[in-house]
């Protein structure tokens, strides 16, 4: 069955230091998110990628993360100069269409920001 | 005020019992559905179950059923047969604004099942 995967799955960084963290969404599916999951808390939405270009963006999605779908294949998030509260799991999710039931989530990247 | 709201920080249940996690949400748009996704201490997020706000009937996949209340806006996860897997959080989220609006999923703060053998 196909599945979304995201890399690293773990990544540890300093404070300041800029970060990508990696998704492959399922082949045909169109549309990308990411969400963060701060330890112990709830999943809390990030962004939403469509043809090229943001569609949905949370408050906290601020000037420091960027999203790119650099080929045909990939689905990046950065985040510029990170901080200590970035500090959380990030998890990608796709689905073919915005209409669909479900996003399928990848297994998340849990960043250490020290 | 919260769009999800799952009261039980924590639940137990005897394997092979029947355990009822509670979802309330709040929106006003007509269109919305329901998901209800588990989360293993592994930490991916696994698709249950979910409920659009005009189905009629109460959806099921298997051992999952949601008790989907309209009027009281509940949505409910059933899970019958409890097997010792099944212990992990479970999160009930929302999507409102089905025919064209927002695609954010709204996840409530999530329940601690422990299934006891």
């Known amino acids: 069955e196909p599945e979304v995967t995201q890399t690293p799955s773990h990544q540890v960084t300093q404070m300041g230091q800029e970060v990508i963290l990696r998704c492959v969404p399922i082949?045909?599916?169109?549309?990308f998110y990411w969400y963060r999951q701060i330890l112990g808390q709830k999943v809390e939405f990030l962004v939403s990628?469509?043809?090229?270009?943001?569609?949905?963006k949370s408050e906290i999605f601020d000037d420091q993360f960027s999203v790119e779908r650099p080929d045909g294949s990939n689905f990046t998030l950065k985040i510029r100069s990170t901080k200590l509260e970035d500090s959380a799991m990030y998890f990608c999710?796709?689905?073919?269409?915005?209409?669909?039931?479900?996003?399928?989530f990848g297994p998340g990247t849990r960043l250490t920001v020290t | 005020a919260q769009k999800i709201t799952q009261t039980q920080p924590g639940m137990f249940v005897q394997e092979k019992e029947a355990v009822t996690l509670d979802c309330t949400y709040d929106t006003s748009d007509p269109s919305y559905g329901l998901f209800w996704y588990k989360q293993p201490s592994s930490g991916e997020m696994i698709f249950l179950i979910y409920?659009?706000?005009?189905?009629?009937q109460n959806a099921t996949e298997g051992r999952y059923s949601l008790n989907f209340q309209k009027a009281r806006k509940s949505a409910n996860l059933v899970i019958s047969a409890s097997q010792l897997g099944d212990s992990a959080m479970y999160f009930c989220a929302m999507r409102e604004g089905l025919q064209g609006g927002s695609e954010k999923l709204v996840f409530g703060k999530g329940t601690k099942l422990t299934v006891n053998p």
């Open positions: 999710a796709s689905t073919y269409r915005a209409v669909s039931y479900e996003q399928y």
């Open positions: 409920q659009g706000s005009y189905d009629q």
């Open positions: 990628f469509y043809n090229n270009e943001i569609s949905e």
């Open positions: 082949s045909n599916h169109l549309y």
